[in-house]
């Protein structure tokens, strides 16, 4: 059984930083992408960051040079280091990851508000 645990939400000040984290369980974790994407209230879920089972790695324009998405394969766990936050990050984040045997998976989210 596949799960995804979000974890590192919260309440930030502008200019601030937040690390989440997912960990994740029931997969090849070495092999498989990771996402990151969020929704925001009244708006679609998009894609935040990703990174391969290799690391390679892609962002949103939005967020480049901000965030920075990393996994530790020892602990089965993708990140996603938020800094320089703004007011329109404020949104809850999902980690996602497929397909795998065909699926997506995606996780509970974890809401981030940044306050101006």
């Known amino acids: 059984q596949v799960q995804l645990v979000e974890s590192g939400g919260g309440l930030v000040q502008a200019g601030g930083s937040l690390r989440l984290s997912c960990a994740a369980s029931g997969i090849i974790f070495s092999a498989t992408a990771m996402d990151w994407y969020r929704q925001a209230p009244g708006k679609q879920r998009d894609l935040v960051a990703s990174i391969t089972g290799g690391g390679r790695t892609n962002y949103a324009d939005s967020v480049k040079g901000r965030f920075t998405i990393s996994r530790d394969n020892t602990k089965n766990t993708v990140y996603l280091q938020m800094n320089s936050l703004k007011p329109e990050d404020t949104a809850v984040y999902y980690c996602?990851?497929?397909?795998?045997?065909?699926?997506?998976?995606w996780g509970q989210g974890t809401q981030v508000t940044v306050s101006s």
């Open positions: 996602k990851t497929g397909p795998y045997r065909g699926q997506f998976y």
